[in-house]
């Protein structure tokens, strides 16, 4: 198995084109091998879309062990490396992410970043966290998709109202919170279709 992995970590360093590129990335994350974790991380830093996909594919597979590393690797100069590693944190969806996902949600100038992030925000599975009080950092959640839901861009807005309601359905000890912050969000809120997702949030946790 190892020398399989090297070969395809070799592959993918080797590729002389962008087609060979994605074959090799592809091959690399089916693998689904703790080994290939740095290589799928710096394969987010290209430009080239269906390799940083088939990447961000192949670290969520391999869930939680992708998160140490990719923490203390993500580029912090490459706005589409950025954004690709926040994809693969939301999916993962581990609580060790969460100040990174909040520094995104909030201050990133990229609005695909900014909506990565709420959306891996509202689906963290509080369940696996290592701390023994997650309230704190459940209101620090929930204080960052109310506060995001109110971003310049319509669809950081409407990504923050599915992220609400998805933390809302997970957490149902702060469900009557968010059912509030959701009805003061639809009285100031003007995009029609952002407006339509608060309700149908809020019709959907009642």
């Known amino acids: 198995m190892e020398q399989t992995v090297q070969s395809l970590i070799q592959a993918v360093d080797e590729a002389d084109s962008a087609e060979k590129l994605v074959k090799a990335v592809r091959a690399l994350a089916q693998l689904e091998h703790e080994a290939a974790i740095p290589t799928l991380t710096t394969v987010l830093r290209y430009n080239n879309p269906g390799a940083a ?106 990504a923050a109202i599915a992220g609400l309601q998805s933390f809302a359905i997970n957490q149902e000890t702060l469900r009557v919170e968010v059912m509030e912050k959701l009805t003061e969000l639809s009285a100031i809120e003007a995009e029609f279709i952002v407006k339509t997702r608060i309700l149908w949030a809020l019709e959907n946790l009642q």
Not at 66 to 77: A, C, F, K, S, W
Not at 78 to 96: F, K, S
Not at 101 to 118: C, M, Y
């Open 53 to 158: 996909i088939a990447a961000v594919d192949g670290l969520i597979s391999l869930g939680e062990v992708t998160v140490p590393y990719l923490l203390e690797n993500i580029d912090g100069y490459n706005y589409g490396a950025r954004a690709w590693a926040t994809r693969v944190l939301a999916g993962i969806g581990d609580p060790r992410a969460l100040e990174v996902l909040i520094d995104a949600a909030t201050s990133d100038f990229s609005f695909s970043v900014r909506r990565g992030a709420v959306k891996g925000l509202g689906n963290l599975k509080w369940q696996n966290s290592l701390e023994t009080d997650i309230f704190p950092d459940l209101e620090k959640t929930l204080g960052t998709l109310a506060s995001v839901a109110l971003d310049t861009e319509w669809v950081v807005r409407y």
